[in-house]
């Protein structure tokens, strides 16, 4: 059985045939008409002319529809797919301070004098109920090293001191703006994804079994290599609910209600205008219909808290207008700019997520667009 790259190559070059067939057709009955008089010329026109646009249309709607089943190295749900497949490094908070890694089980610690093995996640429970067991307490927890720690990308580290953890805290308090694990999805594995290498024109597909398999395969794909999964995919959410997920779309869905309804998501709380308000802006991705983020490479946004958005790309100033509600429970993002070029990013967009230095906006109708800010 052909895989669905296969099937998308064969009906492009079958599309592509079918419209050389109809020029050919084309031209051949125009001088047939030309030099008979045996039908009318506009009757065969009119008939040839729809069936090469209507030929064209199915050739635009199988890249669009393809476009929409089609993932790439840079395409949003990408990165939302491999955050998912993250290390899990918030249970342990309460123990080693850092959402970006975890300490490796099994381990034990101290709390007010108290020896707790730490062998299951469970057991972070146990820290906690010492911890709120009194109010006299120090509450100070004291790790027994040597422990191994795991980053949230897998790679583990040995820590033999309580001097070099703190400097790995340190280090890591250092950025608090990166976009950690998204919690409350899992994916139950395992799933196949197909590829499509545009390099060597060839096809292929692989089975993946565990999270970290997934964090790999997303982060060695090339700019040359296009994925498609195999739905339905099975996933459970926060509320230990399994879930079937028939496209992209529904992942991406799933994903943002992991988002904004996952408490270990929202552990710290923002407020978006004077988030945006504060500082200056570029766009690191821009997507309607196909990426469009070259064409805003140089300029910076500052807006404004009266509303107005200020657009500079070297001597050259636009002012437009920003205007911030909310819908049906989701933030919308609506601007406004005059310029042709700049009038592109005049969508109502919906945040998808955002923190001090990133935001991340959507706009869903038949197709999804996608508009990211980044701190300057």
């Known amino acids: 059985m052909l895989l669905a790259f296969d099937n998308l190559v064969l009906k492009r070059r079958l599309i592509s045939l079918n419209v050389n067939l109809l ?3 084309f031209f051949k009955i125009y001088y047939l008409c030309k030099n008979i008089n045996m039908f009318p010329l506009k009757k065969y026109l009119s008939i040839l ?10 050739d635009m709607d ?9 993932i790439t190295s840079v395409s949003p749900l990408a990165t939302y797919m491999q955050r998912v497949a993250m290390v899990p490094t918030v249970q342990d908070n309460i123990i ?6 975890t300490i490796k089980l099994p381990y034990t610690v101290t709390v007010n004098n108290t020896q707790i093995a730490i062998n299951t996640t469970a057991d972070y429970q146990k820290v906690s109920d010492n911890i709120n067991a009194s109010g006299y307490d120090d509450d100070i927890v004291k790790i027994d090293f040597p422990v191994t720690m795991v980053y949230y990308n ?5 820590i033999p001191n309580e001097a070099d953890f703190d400097s790995l805290i340190d280090y890591w308090n250092m950025y608090p703006d990166l976009l950690s694990k998204i919690n409350g999805l899992n994916i139950n594995y395992p799933i196949t994804i197909n590829i499509y290498n545009s390099a060597n024109q060839m096809a292929s597909s692989v089975s993946i079994i565990s999270d970290q398999a997934f964090f790999n395969f997303i982060k060695n794909l090339n700019y040359s290599q296009y994925i498609s999964l195999q739905y339905p995919i099975s996933i459970v959410n926060y509320h230990n609910q399994t879930k079937s997920i028939t496209n992209n779309s529904d992942f991406e869905n799933a994903i943002k209600y992991a988002i904004d309804y996952c408490p270990e998501n929202n552990l710290v709380s923002l407020d978006f205008e004077a988030t945006i308000t504060n500082g200056s802006w570029i766009i690191p991705y821009f997507f309607v219909d196909s990426e469009k983020t070259a064409s805003y490479s140089g300029y910076s ?3 404004n808290s009266d509303q107005s958005v200020i657009a500079t790309k070297g001597m050259t100033s636009e002012t437009g207008q920003w205007e911030c509600s909310m819908l049906n429970g989701v933030k919308e993002l609506k601007l406004n700019f005059s310029t042709e070029l700049l009038g592109k990013l005049n969508y109502n967009w919906k945040l998808f997520e955002f923190n001090n230095s990133q935001i991340r906006l959507r706009d869903v109708n038949n197709s999804t667009n996608y508009l990211y800010f980044e701190k300057k």
């Not at 897998?154 to 040995?158: A, G, L, S, T």
């Open 23 to 25: 020029k050919t057709s």
């Open 62 to 70: 199988e890249q669009k529809n393809n476009g929409q089943g089609t």
């Open 49 to 58: 002319t729809f069936l090469f646009l209507l030929s064209c249309q199915s």
């Open 154 to 158: 897998y790679i583990e580290k040995n």
């Open 301 to 303: 946004f500052v807006f």
């Open 96 to 101: 080693d301070g850092s959402t970006y890694c």
